[in-house]
């Protein structure tokens, strides 16, 4: 099993940049991909981005070419860089790991607020 420790939310004004931070513990890091979803108050969550055990990654249209995603398997960690940031990016992200297309573990989440 792996458990999921997200790092990084806070506040932060329009047009700022902040990164996020997810911790895996448990073994076989590297065999999982890893996302970033966010839900807002009131919506559904949503995928924000994927990096695969390849390196390859996608993106959600409304974050292209503002966020990153990327992953350090030595570290067990993957990372968001979010630029560039939008009163509507406000939400909670967490972190999730997959295999086999299925999610096999959630982080507690992480408050992203953006606001002047």
Known sequence: QVQLVESGGGLVQPGGSLTLSCAA?????SRYAMAWYRQAPGKQRELVARIINSG???FADFVKGRFTISR???KNTVYLQMNSLKPEDTAVYYCAAELYSINRAWGQGTQVTVSS
């Open 56 to 58: 390859s990654t996608n």
């Open 25 to 29: 513990s448990g073994s076989s890091f």
């Open 72 to 74: 350090d398997n030595a």
